[in-house]
């Protein structure tokens, strides 16, 4: 019998070099009984509000008037209320902020889409953590940027800057500056103004990814970036930090629903974007995420914390316990992950594959780099594991470092 071919169209040059997430490829390996995985950034669906997720949808479908808005188109923009309360959360934090900055977004990641589309010619440079979240390096991709590293306390002056970027600029500046994706770690109020004045020096905007800021845990909370230039601009409409926020973390990932904040003139732009591409979110997801929000997110949150809180303690007490000299880790002040720094010479991607046989999975590091230039470094998250499992699954991942450490 012939064999026939797959069909195989020929694709776009922008997506070639679209790769994979080789966290989604890791979890399918991982997600076998016995595995103990700290690889993906996940929730726990035990956190999830799930009776109060069941009331709010019952009682929306039950209304009539409400059920036939929220089944029909909407706007692109986003439910007007929910972007009223947003915007109402982000005046809480010390500046102006109207229900026309916000725009709604199939979470946060959808805003990183956009604005990679929106802000970046093909070859241009982006200025970003070292290490920086996959899923931005993902999202950006398709216009095949070149970075520019931005590390704590490293920061280039903007001459040099400039030198590095050379005659097409920067085209913006990526970060998580509370509790990273992947490091764990918190940018600090030095680093914020420091990126901020070279943003003004060479007129490049910055983009502030902030999924985790709800999760702290300790510590003192900084003000937001956005937050620090509005307050030397004068007004949300003429700062240059877009902003992006969610509530996948606190609630629910299931429902999609994130926001981005920005002047005026970007969410105009940004509000064609969405008319072309998905038309707009689904008005029910975003009237129930409102319903919830408006019962007070308060105790939801706490809950959330206090449960990472004490998985993040698990496991930095493992770590102290079992990991061999010469390893060494981050301490983070909230969110979900922390960064695991081998001696040099190590490779994290060549001992997962022992690790997995032995029943614990993670992160490479080498995936969270641009230039993949750093094998040494893997991210662990603890979000998902119970602490009797954590403890385990430290323990094994010990015993398999401890076979590979140098001398």
Not at 156 to 166: H, Q, S
Not at 300 to 314: L, N, T
Not at 369 to 397: H, K, Q, V
């Amino acid at each position: 019998m012939e064999q026939i071919a797959p069909y195989a169209p020929r694709i776009a040059a922008r997506m070639a070099g679209v790769q994979a997430s080789e966290i989604r490829e890791l979890l399918k390996i991982a997600d076998q009984p016995g595995v103990i995985s700290f690889g993906g950034g996940i929730p726990d669906p035990a956190l999830f509000p799930r009776v109060r997720i069941e009331a709010v949808y019952a009682d929306i479908l039950s209304d009539p008037a409400r059920a036939a808005m929220a089944l029909q188109y909407s706007t692109s923009e986003g439910d007007p209320d929910l972007r009223a309360f947003i915007a109402e959360g982000v005046r809480a934090e010390g500046y102006d902020c109207r229900p026309d900055n916000i725009l709604i977004t199939n979470g946060a990641q959808q805003g990183l889409d956009y604005l990679g589309r929106l802000l970046v010619d093909e070859g241009a440079h982006i200025m970003a953590g070292w290490p920086t979240y996959l899923g931005a390096l993902q999202a950006f991709a398709p216009n095949r940027p070149r970075y520019l590293p931005l590390r704590s306390g490293q920061n280039r002056d903007a001459e040099g800057l400039r030198d590095a970027a050379g005659s097409g600029g920067v085209a913006m500046a990526y970060v998580v500056p509370e509790f990273a994706n992947p490091t764990g770690e918190t940018m600090t109020l030095a680093d914020r103004e420091g990126l901020l004045a070279m943003a003004r020096a060479l007129d490049f905007p910055v983009i502030e990814d902030n999924p985790y800021g709800a999760l702290r845990f300790e510590g003192t909370a900084l003000p937001a970036l956005q937050a620090l230039d509005v307050g030397r601009v004068g007004s949300l409409d003429a700062s240059r930090v877009i902003r992006l926020g969610s509530f996948s973390k606190v609630l629910t990932p299931g429902l999609r629903v994130g926001w981005v904040c920005a002047a005026r003139s970007v969410i105009d732009r940004l509000v064609l974007m969405k008319q072309a591409g998905d038309l707009n979110c689904a008005r029910l997801n975003q009237m129930a995420v409102l319903d919830i929000a408006r019962g007070g997110l308060g105790p939801q949150i706490e809950r959330v914390r206090d449960s990472y809180r004490a998985k993040r303690d698990a496991m930095l007490a493992a770590l102290e316990t079992a990991m061999p000299a010469g390893v060494g880790w981050t301490r983070p002040e909230g969110g979900m992950f922390l960064w695991l720094t081998l001696p040099e010479g190590m490779d994290a991607a060549r001992t997962l594959p022992e690790a997995i046989a032995a029943g614990v999975a993670y992160v490479p590091g080498a995936a969270f780099f641009p230039d993949r230039g750093t094998a040494n470094c893997m991210r662990l998250s603890y979000s998902l594991a119970s602490a009797p499992d954590i403890a385990e699954g430290i323990d094994r991942l010990s015993r398999v470092l401890a076979r590979h450490l140098p001398g």
